[in-house]
């Protein structure tokens, strides 16, 4: 097999010889398929005959839409009404010869389907399910349906994301939808080991509201332990001091250097040593009390010099920091390139598609993209016809009658 962004041949990934049945829609589902996917894994999406929903979400590449490639690489593409009573025997079919599949309906919809796990064992024993939904397959809102943004208000991510004298605020990304997605991945390849050592398969729940909750660090058990009732602090960083974003002549850097080695480098690299003599910046705890004074020494030393001036400064003296850059600065940087976090992979319709990279690096079973996203039903002959010994005759029927 080839990489389609290198040409080269493929060195069988860590999950080689899986194959996942891919049900789901939006992010959460479709990314954890797509880790899988990339680590070598065999992965079949299944999508509405008239393409799923998202496809229909900006923004467009020569009327395609981006958001559904970014999350659908290394998958064979194929079409199903799996409400059609036709469907029935072709989706158990599937299921018969794959190894996990990946749902993320609202729970009771695989049952209403005829596909209760149980149902799923018994065609296929040892077979894992990994079921990604808002709020898990238990509990009082399990049938409530969920989407990123009110994961993120109701986790409390959001009561601890903005300016502390603004409104709550969502991160600039689907974050719940990633983390889930994330999750899915590892509870699949979690069951998988699991599966090598007694042969059993199981039922793998990840909730959105769970994974982005188990996200939130120290804060939930600061309240639970201690009573605080954490509050939205900006973009200063919670624990120590000087960390914070800091303006300067053409844009705005983050300094981290709250600690006590790093607080002394800063204070010579800044040439403000008379700070190191102030008794009240002695600690952590009086740094962090007497924080906004602090910040304005900082400030006022950062926001008369370009970024590249303070880089050079900071570096020089060892200080964590990074310019707050733009996503066109980012993709265009030398350490994404030189991380391969940015993929020309090469589409027979579309051309050139400029795709996220693979983030987990291993030097034995790499990572590889092995197939751009699919269009709607592009490989429907081959999922019927190679994989589930449909004849042609037959494809062509199912799909004169809507059913593919």
Not at 53 to 69: E, G
Not at 135 to 149: I, K, M, N, S, Y
Not at 227 to 236: D, F
Request: charged share 25%; hydrophobic share 40%; with cysteine.
């Amino acid at each position: 097999m080839t990489d389609t962004t290198t040409g080269d041949t493929v060195v069988p990934g860590a999950l080689h010889g899986i194959r996942v049945l891919d049900l789901s829609r939006f992010i959460a589902g479709p990314l954890c398929c797509q880790l899988l996917g990339d680590m070598g894994a065999e992965v079949v999406k299944i999508e509405r005959p008239s393409g799923e929903d998202a496809r229909k979400h900006a923004p467009f590449h020569r009327q395609h839409s981006v958001y559904t490639m970014v999350y659908n690489r290394n998958k064979y593409g194929a079409t199903l009404d799996t409400r059609r009573p036709e469907a029935r025997a072709l989706l158990e079919d599937l299921v018969r010869r794959s190894d996990i599949v990946v749902e993320n309906y609202r729970p009771g919809t695989m049952e209403a389907m005829g596909l209760p796990y149980q149902r799923l064992q018994e065609l296929r024993p040892g077979i894992i399910l990994v079921s990604i939904s808002g709020f898990g397959q238990t509990g009082p809102l399990a049938g409530r349906a969920l989407f990123d943004a009110v994961a993120q208000a109701m986790s409390g991510l959001m009561s601890l994301t903005g300016p502390p004298d603004g409104e709550p605020t969502l991160t600039g990304t689907y974050i719940a939808d990633y983390i889930a997605g994330f999750h899915g991945a590892m509870g699949a390849m979690l069951a998988l080991l699991h599966r090598d050592r007694t042969g059993e398969g199981q039922h793998v729940d990840v909730a959105s509201l769970d994974a982005l909750f188990a996200s939130l660090g120290t804060r939930p058990s600061a309240y639970a332990m201690l009573g605080e009732h954490p509050r939205r602090n900006g973009s200063r960083d919670l624990l120590t001091g000087p960390a914070n974003v800091f303006p300067t002549a053409d844009g705005y850097v983050y300094i981290h250097a709250g600690t006590d080695p790093l607080f002394p480098r800063l204070c010579r690299a800044i040439g403000r040593q008379d700070l190191l003599e102030d008794q009240r910046f002695a600690s952590v705890p009086g740094r962090m009390a007497h924080i906004e004074e602090l910040e304005e020494a900082v400030a006022a030393w950062t926001k008369s010099r370009p970024c590249d001036e303070i880089a050079h400064v900071l570096q020089e003296a060892g200080i964590p920091f990074g310019k707050v850059s733009d996503i066109p600065e980012v993709v265009d940087s030398e350490q994404i390139r030189a991380r391969e976090m940015m993929l020309d992979v090469e589409h027979p319709v579309l051309g050139t598609l400029r795709l996220p990279g693979i983030p987990i690096k291993m030097n034995g079973s790499p990572g590889s993209v092995r197939k751009a996203p699919p269009l709607v039903g592009e490989d429907n002959d081959h999922v019927y016809g190679e994989l589930l010994g449909r004849s042609a005759e037959e494809i062509a029927r199912l799909k004169s009658l809507g059913v593919i």
